[in-house]
């Protein structure tokens, strides 16, 4: 009895280590947000009843106490205009710096560097953006965000948008939120072109922008797909989804859609920072572009996508015959969509397909209809087996006819003596010569007659 336990207690602890050394943890994504600051002169300007440093600080506060609650966050400050001060006719386009680089629970240094900025210079936005780019370390599992607040547009001649489409061809993926503290609207369009401008006209705009901009930043944001049938209700479900995003053209999520117990389009988590090219898989696919979500809400995505089925089933054959294949194609066209299986069922976007069925000889269905909800069964007669036996070794073709026409349904292997092939029912003839005769008139033509589920002796 001792030993017996010896050996499960050795079992069970080189199960617990092999399970151990196999099993590897999914790292969580972890998501950095530099914060650009801005320093500049212009930020002692009052706004409101305070000024607009003031303001800014206080929210900078606030934001980093409900940042350094969360997991998987981490931090940065890069700030500019605030190492030299600005005079009439000379300004320091270099005044930007990483201040406090990444790093985990660095909120109270971000806090204490804001705390001690005193503004006094320019505003060298464009150059900030081009060293925020070399500010996030080498990372496989990070998000990266930009967020720029300023209250004013670039002042050293340089380009921001040109900046941003830099960095976007080094395949840094990192996409600025800019707020904008009591700017002109137009002011502000200048910076649609490196990210998402916002309008920060009172306090309160200020604080409300900052908590959707965070909200997006750190993927509060959720989406339900319909997929609507004819009657306009959102029950089509059971297809893939790939969301890609559509300017780098990366596969950035794949679900399996659902309804969930409500027998409503289950909730999904998307990061919203991407603009996306969604690809419904159904057959055919259907694709939709340009999607853009609301950060921090419930977003439904709607298309229209009725499904009905179509069966194929030879009679009386049970599962036999599988390997005959069905090539689908959309009406008029000559893109195969699908190559189904005989004896199988499968799901196609409501309307009007051709179809050819890989059998000898083969089968033509124009104008088949895939109706809402329903099941268009298919059904071809059991083919029968036609064994064909050639004295020697010749080249053979097997015809039928339609409309009083000799019609070619396959030819025979050269290499063989004896030949088993399925025929759908009905009559054929064999055209046969010795490969070694070189004379036409050795040709021999022989009729048979296939039944379903039957086989027919053919002796040339």
């Known amino acids: 009895m001792k030993l017996i336990l010896t050996k499960l207690s050795v079992l069970v602890m080189f199960l617990c280590a092999t399970y151990s050394g196999n099993s590897q943890a999914v790292e969580p994504e972890i998501t950095r947000i530099l914060f650009i600051f801005d320093g500049s002169n212009s930020m002692n300007g009052q706004w409101q009843e305070q000024t607009k440093i003031k303001v800014a600080k206080k929210l900078m506060y606030q934001t980093m106490d409900e940042l350094s609650v969360l997991d998987n966050v981490q931090v940065g400050l890069r700030l500019y205009g605030h190492q030299t001060r600005i005079y009439k006719g000379q300004q320091d386009c270099n005044d930007t710096k990483l201040e406090v680089p990444f790093a985990p629970d660095n909120y109270n240094k971000i806090k204490q560097k804001i705390n001690s900025l005193q503004p006094k210079g320019t505003t060298p936005i464009a150059r900030s953006l081009e060293y925020a780019g070399e500010d996030f370390p080498p990372c496989d599992n990070c998000r990266d965000v930009i967020i720029l607040i300023t209250d004013g547009i670039e002042a050293c001649d340089e380009d921001p948008c040109a900046v941003a489409k830099m960095l976007r061809e080094k395949g840094i993926e990192v996409r600025p939120y800019v707020i904008g503290i009591a700017m002109d609207m137009e002011s502000l369009k200048g910076f649609q072109c490196i990210g998402k401008a916002y309008d920060a006209s009172t306090e309160e705009s200020f604080r409300d922008v900052m908590k959707v901009v965070m909200s997006e930043a750190l993927n509060n944001t959720?989406?339900?797909?319909?997929?609507?049938?004819?009657?306009?209700?959102?029950?089509?479900?059971?297809?893939?989804?790939?969301?890609?995003?559509?300017?780098?053209?990366?596969?950035?999520?794949?679900?399996?859609?659902?309804?969930?117990?409500?027998?409503?389009?289950?909730?999904?988590?998307?990061?919203?920072?991407?603009?996306?090219?969604?690809?419904?898989?159904?057959?055919?696919?259907?694709?939709?572009?340009?999607?853009?979500?609301?950060?921090?809400?419930?977003?439904?995505?709607?298309?229209?996508?009725?499904?009905?089925?179509?069966?194929?089933?030879?009679?009386?054959?049970?599962?036999?015959?599988?390997?005959?294949?069905?090539?689908?194609?959309?009406?008029?066209?000559?893109?195969?969509?699908?190559?189904?299986?005989?004896?199988?069922?499968?799901?196609?976007?409501?309307?009007?397909?051709?179809?050819?069925?890989?059998?000898?000889?083969?089968?033509?269905?124009?104008?088949?209809?895939?109706?809402?909800?329903?099941?268009?069964?298919?059904?071809?007669?059991?083919?029968?087996?036609?064994?064909?036996?050639?004295?020697?070794?010749?080249?053979?073709?097997?015809?039928?006819?339609?409309?009083?026409?000799?019609?070619?349904?396959?030819?025979?292997?050269?290499d063989k003596l004896n030949y088993q092939i399925a025929l759908q029912p009905g009559k054929y003839t064999v055209v046969y010569r010795p490969v070694r005769k070189k004379s036409a008139a050795y040709s021999v033509s022989k009729d048979f007659t296939v039944t379903p589920g039957a086989a027919v002796e053919v002796n040339l």
């Open 222 to 414: 959720t989406v339900q797909v319909n997929l609507m049938n004819l009657k306009n209700q959102p029950i089509e479900t059971d297809v893939t989804l790939s969301f890609y995003d559509q300017k780098t053209g990366k596969l950035k999520y794949t679900f399996m859609h659902t309804l969930d117990r409500k027998n409503k389009p289950d909730t999904m988590w998307i990061d919203p920072l991407s603009t996306y090219e969604l690809v419904v898989h159904t057959t055919p696919e259907i694709v939709k572009r340009d999607i853009e979500l609301r950060a921090g809400e419930h977003n439904t995505i709607q298309l229209d996508a009725p499904q009905g089925g179509l069966e194929f089933k030879i009679i009386g054959a049970g599962n036999s015959y599988t390997d005959i294949k069905c090539v689908i194609r959309k009406d008029g066209e000559i893109v195969t969509i699908n190559s189904q299986r005989m004896n199988s069922s499968d799901t196609y976007i409501v309307g009007t397909y051709d179809v050819e069925i890989l059998c000898l000889p083969r089968i033509y269905m124009e104008d088949v209809k895939v109706e809402q909800s329903k099941t268009n069964r298919i059904q071809i007669q059991q083919p029968g087996l036609a064994n064909i036996n050639t004295p020697f070794f010749g080249v053979a073709q097997i015809f039928t006819e339609v409309n009083g026409k000799r019609v070619w349904v396959c030819n025979l292997d050269q």
